[in-house]
């Protein structure tokens, strides 16, 4: 019964990635968010079944900013979706993404890990603004009760302390929009969608996926769920994640990936089974279909500082600093220098440069051991 409450309040942990995402490219770009919410849930609810582990579902972080500032329009998110999914099928089922795993060191990964851990704190600070002692005392709060074995009080307790600290709901809803339900209605992108999503988002969202929703997620799944090795695999995450954004793209859903600071998130939390991801599907699907278009005012009524503590959360056990203590000196720089071109300039900077430095040393050490030359 324990389990199963702490695997119904973990259900909420990644809401501090996935709302100001879905939020911002709602706004931006004028889709039905109520349609982007009911996609989200049904990839989620597809994970869950289909990996019984909390596999999250989250929308691509490149392509949401992009659409956020203005680069990609409806169109050219729906063909951006379009061009990854083919992508990204072609990438499990032929087992390419695994074998492009294996090629990468665990140094890099990690410094990779560490770099999505400093963006998520480097995402939440704005979002906090002034209220960053709050915040951290929510943190605190979260931290001893978990260790106190109480997951699922000290997440949905943080939650709702968050939302009464810094939220500031409306007097009356008397102008908000009306509930629509919301219908999901075909696009199908010209070849200039194409084109802007090919010019603009494919392959730095392509980078980032193959690092953060296939490699990553697939070590860390692995390390939480040893058993569960031969199912939770970068080839299949790329097959479910491709096949999803395959068919909802046109359908009006933003594109989606998995991720590692959703599992993070999830397990932090005490998710242990797919069921958080289910409820979160279902409520996901309930909400956007019942709202639709009027499900964007109600997101941007949660308030900031509430997704910055759940972000704050996720960054905290994204890092494990015994891991730094246990490789040698020179692993070491090697992280480091593939965390700060990570976070200096793109995961795909951090994991080339984390690649070279690799194959420097991996040289270096075969030119001056004994008997070389």
């Known amino acids: 019964m324990k389990q199963q409450m702490q695997n119904i309040a973990a259900s909420l942990a990644d809401l501090g990635i996935i709302l100001p995402l879905m939020l911002g490219t709602a706004i931006a770009t004028g889709i039905d968010a109520g349609i982007a919410l009911a996609g989200l849930g049904l990839f989620a609810l597809v994970n869950g079944f289909i990996y019984r582990r909390p596999i999250p579902a989250q929308p691509m972080k490149v392509v949401a900013a992009l659409a ?39 140094t890099v990964l990690y410094g990779i890990q560490i770099a999505l851990a400093i963006s998520l704190v480097l995402t939440a600070l ?14 605190l709060v979260f931290v001893l009760l978990k260790r106190l074995g109480l997951q699922a009080l000290a997440f949905l307790g943080v939650l709702a302390a968050s939302l009464l600290l810094f939220g500031n709901l409306p007097v009356s809803f008397a102008d908000a929009p009306a509930w629509r339900l919301a219908l ?34 697939a070590v ?11 199912r939770l695999n970068e080839n299949r995450f790329a097959l479910s994640s491709g096949a999803c954004n395959l068919l909802l793209a046109p359908l009006g859903a933003i594109p989606m990936c998995h991720g590692a600071s959703g599992l993070v998130a999830y397990h932090a939390a005490g998710g242990r089974s797919g069921l958080p991801v289910i409820a979160l599907g279902l409520g996901l699907i309930a909400v956007g279909i019942a709202t639709g278009p009027a499900a ?50 793109s995961m795909l900077a951090g994991l080339a440069a984390g690649i070279a430095l690799e194959l420097i040393r991996s040289r270096a050490g075969k030119r001056f051991a004994p008997g070389a030359g």
């Open 68 to 106: 956020i500032v203005g680069q990609l329009d409806a169109a050219a998110m729906a063909a951006t979706g379009i061009l990854l999914g083919i992508a990204l099928l072609a990438l499990g089922a032929t087992g390419l993404a695994g074998r492009l795993k294996r090629l990468i060191p665990g």
């Open 126 to 139: 704005p979002l906090l603004g002034t209220n960053l002692l709050p915040a951290l005392g929510l943190l």
């Open 184 to 217: 999901p209605a075909l696009v199908l992108p010209n070849l200039e969608a194409f084109a802007a999503a090919a010019n603009h988002a494919f392959l730095p969202q392509l980078a980032l996926t193959l690092t953060n929703a296939l490699f990553l997620t």
């Open 220 to 230: 860390i799944a692995q390390e939480y769920y040893p058993d569960d090795k031969a």
């Open 296 to 345: 964007a005012y109600y997101l941007a009524l949660i308030p900031g500082p509430a997704f910055g503590v759940l972000l704050l959360i996720t960054a905290t056990y994204l890092v494990d600093p015994k891991k730094l203590l246990r490789v040698s000196p020179a692993c070491r720089v090697i992280i480091g220098l593939t965390v700060a071109a990570a976070v200096f300039h």
